[in-house]
Every structure is written in structure tokens, then in C-alpha cells.
């Protein structure tokens, strides 16, 4: 069965909030092989299914069929291995691979190419990185060629996975033309990876921390965002997406930004929402019927119960579990759970959404689409807009977007949404332009009209 985290989206490490300083130098741009292997599970060797045009791969002269021998002298066993071994190449290092063709032996050279990166239209892209207690994080800036005399910013928060942000492969990708609106409107913008991703450096793993330490580490990227030249920190905007939502609970309740906007979250409990995806979703989109999922929900209950309402160790949970975590219906791999650390969502569980929205210290502003197949139903946009209406002093709106899916992509009927998702067929949905529209006239309603430093 297909469900949000599918489709998208050790102990709890305890961190301090430090002050983020800039870098003394930019991070190094990751080399860009550029090559398909025929499987990334082969355990053998690699062999190039595919070239990228604009990769080392064909500046080194590799050929579909190769199978790589080595990188720099050292062996090459598998895909992972290579992988592994790029972490350690950058733009401009001399790259040797030696490769088998045709039963021949080659060697080839080639200095390394970094992957495309992201550009602009009506504003650049500046790639750099700050410093935050014993990592340093990739930072990607959009900043107008005609900036707001108001120094508005918007700074954008993803979704619950481990992947970058660095959409330089992807230009057309709905999120950067969302951000690009912004950018286009005068707004500077500002996204980070989360520590451990992509071309940041430090001690922290994506996949063995907890929501609280990825939150803080976001918490820190607002504080170095508000000292970039141009921005102003009284007229700072946050653009939570998906899981981003929850981050955007916290920094709201502390108040570190002038207003929030939330799409495709949610407001219940992580154990509630993951009963959601089996009896709701399922249903909804995925041709369950109601009897199917009431039994799945009812295998893995205990399941959700123990590993999210206790703190049963891992191990424990494990081994009491061992039916519902074999049914194939929840994607389970040692200490991971939808690929982060069972921690995280153990974590994202323990707090109170609801209060946190009761005591907020921002504008609020969210937003949901009949298509959001991940967020289900758009009842958690209009509880939040409730709770911040009913219990500050701030105001909050809703909005919601006929047939947009959780991509912020609007398409022309279900069936359409479902081929789309199942990866089927490409190119079925289109930007939804309304969505960057409605959030610009919302921000500027609550714009201070203040020079910036």
C-alpha cells in the first residue's frame, strides 16, 4: 500500500542552540559523476546504464555498458561504494577511473564537474554556508535583481526527508517556481539543507537525529538569515511545507518570524496521522476497501502504539511487532522508519501541535489542496487558522486549492493526480500560479513598512 511516506514524504541526541557564525569558505561543490547504474543493488560491480550530458561521466569519455573498475586507485565493488567515494571528489579534482569495455581494460581521466546548479530569472542564486556548533550547512539564497525597499524575506522549510534542496536538476520543479515567484516579487529567499545533507559537512546524520535537533538546527538558520544583508528581520516570512508545517508550530510559538505559511501539514498527533494513512488515505485514493484497511489498521496498531506512546526500547517494539512490521505495510529497516531514525517521529509524537498553535507569536496563514493526497483532508488548515484566531491576538486565514496535489501541482481530474503519483505518467499536472498569488497579497498585508539595514 502506498502512503505519504512512501510517496513523497539510538536515543534522542540533545543539542544546545549555538549562535550560527557565517563560514570563514564556501563549502566545496560535491563532483557530479553524472552515470545510471544498470541496478544499484548489484553487489559485483557497476555497470553505467545511463550518462548524464552535462556529467564527468562523459567529460572522462565512459560508455553505456562500462563496468567501472576503480575511482582514483581505489576499487569500485558496487554502487555504494561509489557512491562513498564521490563524497570525497569535488569540482576541479582530478578524477582517474579505470573500466572494463569490451573485455578491454581502459583508464581515463578527467577533471570532476560539479552538477548543474540552480539559476534565476529576475534574481541570482548564491550558493554559501554557515557555521552551526560542529557543522557546516549548505545555504541557497534567491536574491532579487529589484529587492522590496521593506527588506521582506521568505525562508522555506521542507518536508520529513533526507533529501537536498539543491534542485539545480530540476529547474522546473514546483518548489522553485514557488520560491522564484517570491524572488520575483522583490522578496530575498532562503532555503538550507538539514545538517548531514548534501554538501554540508559536520558530525550529524540525517537519519539518526531526532525532530527536535533538526528543528533547532532550522531555528539557527533563521538567526543567520536575519543578519544577510538587505533582509529585514521584523518583516521575515516562514514557508513550511509538508512535514515543514511542524517546524513552522515551534517557530511560531517563539515568535521568530512575522508570519508563518503552512502547506500540506497536519495538526493531530503522528500516531493519530498514521492511523489516517491506513483507514483514510488508502481508501480514498488507493482502492482499499473500508473492511482492508480496518484490518491493517487493527495489525498495526499495537505497532503505532508502541513506538510513538512509549519509550519501549526500539529492540522491544521490534520484537513484539514482528507480524505488523513484516506485513509489508509500514517500511521498516532496522532502526528505520520511513528512512529516519525511529526517533524522529517518536519524537515529532511527544508535542502538543495544538498548544503550540494556542500560544503563537506569528501571523498565520494556511493552505491545503482537494489533491493532497499525503495531507488527506484540509479540516487541519481550518483547526489551526481556529486555534491562532481564538487564542492570540494575531490573525490567521485559510485557502484551499481545487484539485492541487501535495506538490503544489494542479491537475485536471483524479485519475490523472493517481497516474502521476504512481509515476506512470509524466507531465499530467502543471504549477498551480494561484498558490505564490495568494501568498504574496497575504504577506503584504502584514508587511512594516521599514528600510532594511
Not at 21 to 40: D, K, M, R, Y
Not at 241 to 263: N, T
Not at 333 to 350: G, K, M, T, W
Amino acid at each position: 500500500m502506498k502512503t505519504l511516506i512512501q510517496g513523497i514524504i539510538s536515543s534522542v541526541i540533545l543539542i544546545v542552540i549555538c549562535t550560527p557564525t557565517i563560514a570563514n569558505e564556501l563549502l566545496p561543490q560535491s563532483a557530479f559523476l553524472g552515470l545510471a547504474p544498470v541496478s544499484a543493488e548489484n553487489e559485483n560491480n557497476v555497470v553505467i546504464r545511463a550518462l548524464h550530458p552535462a556529467g564527468t561521466g562523459q567529460a572522462l569519455g565512459l560508455a553505456i555498458g562500462d563496468s567501472l573498475v576503480s575511482v582514483n586507485q581505489q576499487p569500485t565493488k558496487d554502487f555504494s561504494t561509489l557512491l562513498e567515494q564521490l563524497k570525497h571528489i569535488h569540482t576541479g579534482d582530478q578524477l582517474k577511473v579505470k573500466v572494463i569495455r569490451n573485455k578491454q581494460t581502459l583508464e581515463l581521466s578527467a577533471k570532476a564537474i560539479g552538477k548543474p546548479k540552480e539559476k534565476g530569472n529576475g534574481f541570482t542564486v548564491d550558493y554559501s554556508a554557515f557555521e552551526w556548533q560542529q557543522e557546516r550547512i549548505r545555504t541557497i539564497s534567491y536574491d532579487p535583481n529589484k529587492p522590496r525597499k521593506d527588506g521582506a524575506a521568505v525562508f522555506f522549510i521542507q518536508g520529513y526527508t533526507c533529501d537536498s534542496i539543491d534542485y539545480g536538476m530540476h529547474p522546473n520543479l514546483s518548489i522553485n517556481q514557488l520560491l522564484g515567484s517570491f524572488a520575483q516579487a522583490g522578496f530575498s529567499v532562503f532555503k538550507m539543507e538539514k545538517p548531514g545533507v548534501g554538501e554540508s559537512k559536520g558530525q550529524l546524520s540525517c537519519d539518526q537525529y531526532d525532530f527536535l535537533v533538526e528543528n533547532d538546527a532550522f531555528k539557527a538558520g533563521i538567526a543567520h538569515f536575519k543578519q544577510q544583508k538587505g533582509v529585514n528581520p521584523d518583516n521575515l516570512f516562514v514557508f513550511g511545507h509538508s512535514l515543514g508545517v511542524l517546524h513552522a508550530a515551534l517557530i511560531a510559538e517563539q515568535g521568530s518570524a512575522k508570519g508563518v505559511i503552512g502547506y500540506g501539514g497536519v495538526l493531530k498527533s503522528w500516531h493519530d496521522y498514521l492511523q489516517d494513512i491506513y483507514t483514510k488515505q488508502s481508501v480514498k485514493y488507493w482502492g482499499i476497501s473500508k473492511e482492508q484497511a480496518s484490518r491493517n489498521s487493527a495489525l498495526l496498531s499495537p505497532l503505532l502504539h508502541d513506538w510513538l506512546k512509549t519509550n519501549k526500547p526500539w529492540q522491544q517494539v521490534v520484537d513484539s511487532n514482528k507480524q505488523a512490521i513484516n506485513s509489508n505495510l509500514i517500511n521498516v529497516n532496522a532502526e528505520q522508519v520511513f528512512d529516519r531514525h525511529y526517533s524522529f517521529f517518536h519524537s515529532v509524537n511527544q508535542l502538543p501541535f495544538k498548544q503550540l498553535w494556542q500560544q503563537s507569536k506569528s501571523h498565520t496563514l494556511m493552505l491545503h489542496g482537494t489533491y493532497d493526497i499525503q495531507a488527506i483532508e484540509e479540516d487541519w488548515a481550518k483547526q489551526i487558522t481556529q486555534l491562532v484566531n481564538e487564542n492570540t491576538t494575531l490573525t490567521a486565514e485559510y485557502k484551499i486549492f481545487d484539485r492541487t496535489d501535495h506538490s503544489l501541482m494542479i491537475f485536471n481530474n483524479k485519475t490523472d493526480l493517481l497516474k502521476a503519483t504512481s509515476r506512470e505518467v509524466n507531465d499530467l499536472g502543471t504549477f498551480n500560479e494561484d498558490i505564490p498569488e495568494v501568498a504574496l497579497r497575504w504577506m503584504q498585508q502584514h508587511l512594516t513598512p521599514k528600510a532594511t539595514k
